[in-house]
């Protein structure tokens, strides 16, 4: 099996984008498997509109479990298995509540042990003024991951104003890097997405 | 081989930084930068990794498993005796096999074990988790459980019992064998088959004592009884734990978490109600009630009981559906499990 993780700070759209590309491929009731802090895993299902009414919330680390929804990719005769990894998201500092530390502990740990990891980027976060264009948390995240070699940045929110703009600056600082321009909302660019998960499985 | 062993040091220092993160004691940017440091440092790694590593079966551990598991240890409510002799043999077993690395004199592991309190009071469930987590240190094979009690030791004929006793051994080799209420091997006598059973399970201990933990488990007096009567096998179950009857306050935290892992919430009365409950059921019977199993029962009494209360009511709802209110909890009480 074949395990993506989505991972990437608090309120960039982690959740939505594996709900949506989730039904984008084809997925109509989706199957939460949520990694509980006791160690066990639980299910849970979904339509992808209860999904999203469900787990999608403007509050940030609304995302607490780790959870992952898993997809069956034909390839030759047989399926394969491939698992979105949807991770709490990694906020600066020492967060004062223990149990989402455990999550962003066990979102770190996942870093290392994913096939891919997706980074995904607000690209309303890009900013030319500052001295490092991304945030710093972004900065350490990207330097971690990308040490392993399946790293890929998804730059979420094109559809908003000067994300293009801001699209432009990140590829010119990271021409080696992989980056695939998205709106999880309102599905764009998961074509490419989906081409890029496909060379994984 | 090489390669091996450095993963697992690598996987060591991941996993007491990620710690040190999650008691707070550091920020996530110094997390990083220790987790990044150590990555850019691997090839400085090298010179410092002893040369003789011995290759063993089952030697790479995999620390993020043992962690899940030490994890779901602590989450257990209760038992902190029990957990820090746990604990304690971990760190016993995880210097050993690193002396044994280093070309240092290790001492024979022996980790047979007596357990000794009411039923209900965890012994099962931790039983289960020192096999996964003896696994994870490589000391057993495959850590599985397997459950054994008079009826599956003890033959009916002349030399049934040996072969019977054998037989289970054998299915348990890689494992642990946890004989439940293992006092009933010593009564009956002289006569009696048991002692056959004792004796067979004995030699087992030495011939396989690399391959098999067992756990004697029973309550308190008959096994402290069944120990006196059988000095041989006093001495060799060193271990012995004790697993103290839960208060009525971590009941109710058993109850809670159990109903929490379900999916359920109790209203406030139904809280109250519950303390009631178990207190009751406490002085009915105090050793074989009112332990852990009884409050399973109780909880997935309850939740039969919600389900068919909801459905009169015909009025479904998240809330309704999560909420368990103080009717459902009522009904009889259980005598017995």
């Known amino acids: 099996m074949t395990e993506c993780l989505v991972t990437g700070m608090p309120n960039v759209g982690k959740t939505c984008f594996v709900i949506n590309f989730a039904e984008y491929m084809g997925l109509k009731e989706l199957k939460f498997y949520i990694r509980q802090l006791a160690g066990y895993t639980s299910v849970r299902r979904y339509s992808p509109e209860d999904a999203r009414n469900e787990l999608i919330s403007e509050e940030s680390n609304f995302t607490r479990e780790i959870q992952s929804v898993k997809l ?91 994300a293009k703009e801001n699209l432009k600056i990140l590829r010119e600082n990271f021409i080696s890097k992989k980056i695939i321009p998205i709106s999880a909302l309102y599905w764009l660019g998961f074509q490419e997405v989906k081409r890029l998960v496909l060379n994984y499985v | 081989m090489y390669n091996l062993y450095r993963n697992d040091e690598r996987h060591l220092n991941h996993n007491v930084i990620l710690e040190r993160f999650k008691r707070g004691e550091i920020s996530i940017s110094h997390a990083f930068n220790l987790l990044t440091g150590l990555d850019d440092n691997q090839e400085g790694l090298k010179e410092t990794t002893p040369v003789n590593v011995i290759e063993e079966k089952n030697d790479y551990q995999d620390a993020n498993k043992l962690n899940q598991y030490l994890e779901e240890m602590d989450n257990l409510i209760g038992l902190e005796k029990v957990k820090e002799l746990v604990k304690e043999f971990i760190a016993f077993l995880q210097v050993q096999k690193i002396r044994r690395q280093y070309g240092l004199k290790s001492q024979p592991v022996v980790l047979h074990m007596i357990f000794k309190g009411n039923p209900g009071t965890g012994k ?135 109903f929490k892992e379900r999916e359920y919430i109790l209203d406030k009365e139904s809280k109250h109600y519950i303390y009631r409950v178990l207190t009751q059921m406490r002085n009915q019977d ?52």
């Open chain 1, 72 to 162: 069956e990719i034909p390839s030759g005769k047989v399926f394969k298995e491939l698992e979105i990894i949807d991770s709490c998201g990694l906020s600066e500092g020492i967060h004062p509540d223990a149990e989402i530390r455990l999550a962003m502990a066990q979102t770190i740990r996942l870093i290392r042990e994913s096939n891919l990891i997706l980074h995904m980027i607000d690209l309303t976060n890009i900013s030319k003024e500052e001295e490092d264009i991304l945030l710093p948390l972004d900065r350490m995240i990207m330097n971690y991951a990308s040490l392993e070699k399946n790293y890929a940045i998804l730059a979420n929110k094109i559809d908003l104003h000067s």
């Open chain 2, 124 to 258: 099962t469930t931790m039983a289960r988790l020192i096999g996964k987590i003896f696994k994870e240190l490589g000391f057993l094979e495959n850590g599985k459980l397997i459950e054994g009690e008079r009826a599956d030791l003890v033959g009916e004929y002349i030399g049934h019992t040996a072969i019977k006793t054998k037989k289970l051994i054998q299915k348990a080799l890689g494992g642990v064998l946890f004989i439940d209420e293992a006092y009933s091997l010593a009564r009956g006598g002289e006569k009696d088959f048991g002692k056959e059973a004792i004796d067979t399970m004995v030699k087992a201990m030495e011939d396989y004592k690399d391959r098999l933990v067992i756990i004697l488990a029973g309550y308190r007096e008959e096994m402290d009884y069944f120990l006196e009567s059988n000095p041989g096998l006093r001495s060799r179950f060193a271990i012995q734990l004790d697993f103290p009857d839960y208060t009525i306050d971590e009941l109710v935290k058993i109850a809670e978490m159990m």
């Open chain 2, 286 to 337: 105090g050793r074989n009630n009112g332990n852990a199993r009884t409050v399973r029962n109780l909880v997935e009494r309850a939740i039969r009981h919600q389900a068919r209360r909801i459905l009169q009511q015909g009025n479904l709802n998240r809330r309704t559906l999560i909420t368990i209110k103080k009717e459902d909890l009522a009904g009889e009480v259980i005598l017995h499990d």
